[in-house]
């Protein structure tokens, strides 16, 4: 079970056009940020492969190739703006590798929203060529109502994003074979004392700026919290660092990372002043629970 950060950046990434502060033009890798995105990498009930996408951003083919995506069996949508959706095309490569169709998972009004742009996609027929278009299977999802993705249990969670509703997601791996509600309480006792932190269950929660009273229930027990952590300074739709703390503060995850994170913020001189359990998201950070079980392949 692996968590992937495929990008951490805001809607114009990091290095920004034509920017020449210091973190657009800094030397550190991970001051370079593509779209926010993420990937849930694991073996399933049947010792099968699977990869779920969390976003399909704009830069998701850099992404795929930077980070060995070599398969896309389902994509979580958190909501529906560009640099979370305009990647969508890309996966029709999937679509031929597989072959067959890809499931997405969206809000009602995000499915709306990528019918409309995406049209040639899901109203094929009515294309005047017959062309190379991805295979898509759209299911609309609900805050609070589980889904079961062979064997992961992905729970959305409601959020708001300034004045819109969006969604978050809930992994939990206990429906895994060595998912880590299934390994003994001896073994993850060991892993603990060697300094390994299980990173699930996680949530994954991006372009947020409050969490709805609703909501908090689904954020308890977590293992690793990914939360929106834009700047210093207020922002109508996302939340600060220092609001992010808060959040974090009140989740108590075991640990926690910042995402979509702009160029504000320096890598190195803001991880420095982070508490101890929270740290800087960065692009292709993997997060894995292989400590509390035999590793298994997922090639």
């Given at each position: 079970?692996?968590?992937?950060?495929?990008?951490?950046g805001?809607?114009?990434?990091?290095?920004?056009?034509?920017?020449?502060?210091?973190?657009c033009?800094?030397?550190d890798?991970?001051?370079?940020?593509?779209r926010?995105?993420?990937?849930v990498r694991?073996?399933?009930?049947?010792?099968?492969?699977?990869?779920?996408?969390?976003?399909?951003?704009?830069?998701?083919?850099?992404?795929a190739?930077?980070?060995?995506?070599?398969?896309?069996?389902?994509?979580?949508?958190t909501?529906?703006h560009?640099?979370h959706?305009?990647?969508?095309?890309?996966?029709?490569?999937?679509?031929?590798?597989?072959?067959?169709?890809?499931?997405?998972?969206?809000?009602?009004?995000?499915l709306?929203?990528l019918?409309?742009?995406?049209?040639?996609?899901?109203?094929?027929d009515?294309?005047?060529?017959?062309?190379?278009?991805a295979?898509?299977?759209?299911?609309?999802?609900?805050?609070?109502?589980?889904?079961?993705l062979?064997?992961l249990?992905?729970?959305?969670?409601?959020?708001?994003h300034?004045?819109?509703?969006?969604?978050?997601?809930?992994?939990?791996?206990?429906?895994?074979r060595n998912?880590?509600a299934?390994?003994s309480?001896?073994?993850?006792?060991?892993?603990?004392?060697?300094g390994?932190?299980?990173?699930?269950?996680?949530?994954?929660?991006?372009?947020?700026?409050a969490?709805?009273p609703?909501?908090?229930?689904?954020?308890?027990?977590?293992?690793?919290?990914?939360?929106?952590?834009?700047?210093?300074?207020?922002?109508?739709?996302?939340l600060?660092?220092a609001?992010?703390?808060?959040?974090?503060?009140?989740?108590?995850?075991?640990?926690?990372?910042?995402?979509?994170?702009?160029?504000?913020?320096?890598?190195?001189?803001?991880?420095?002043?982070?508490?101890?359990?929270?740290?800087?998201?960065?692009?292709?950070?993997t997060?894995?629970?292989?400590?509390?079980?035999e590793?298994?392949?997922?090639?």
């Amino acid at each position: 079970m692996r968590f992937t950060l495929l990008g951490t950046g805001t809607s114009s990434g990091v290095p920004a056009i034509g920017c020449t502060c210091a973190v657009c033009t800094s030397s550190d890798p991970r001051d370079n940020r593509l779209r926010t995105g993420a990937a849930v990498r694991f073996v399933d009930v049947d010792g099968r492969a699977r990869t779920v996408l969390i976003d399909a951003t704009p830069d998701l083919r850099q992404q795929a190739l930077r980070f060995g995506l070599d398969r896309c069996d389902a994509i979580l949508f958190t909501h529906n703006h560009v640099d979370h959706t305009f990647g969508l095309d890309e996966v029709r490569r999937y679509n031929a590798m597989q072959k067959g169709p890809i499931d997405i998972y969206a809000e009602e009004h995000t499915l709306a929203f990528l019918k409309g742009v995406f049209r040639y996609i899901f109203d094929r027929d009515a294309n005047l060529n017959d062309s190379f278009v991805a295979n898509l299977i759209p299911w609309t999802i609900r805050p609070g109502e589980a889904l079961d993705l062979w064997g992961l249990r992905v729970t959305p969670v409601r959020l708001l994003h300034g004045k819109l509703p969006i969604v978050g997601f809930r992994f939990d791996t206990g429906g895994l074979r060595n998912g880590a509600a299934t390994v003994s309480a001896a073994a993850e006792a060991d892993a603990a004392a060697d300094g390994f932190v299980n990173p699930f269950p996680l949530a994954y929660c991006t372009d947020v700026s409050a969490v709805p009273p609703e909501s908090w229930r689904s954020l308890e027990g977590l293992g690793t919290l990914v939360i929106d952590g834009l700047r210093h300074r207020a922002h109508p739709t996302h939340l600060t660092v220092a609001q992010a703390l808060d959040v974090v503060e009140r989740v108590r995850p075991r640990a926690a990372y910042l995402t979509h994170i702009s160029h504000d913020l320096g890598h190195a001189a803001t991880e420095a002043e982070l508490p101890e359990g929270v740290h800087m998201g960065f692009d292709g950070l993997t997060l894995s629970d292989e400590r509390l079980g035999e590793p298994q392949s997922l090639t």
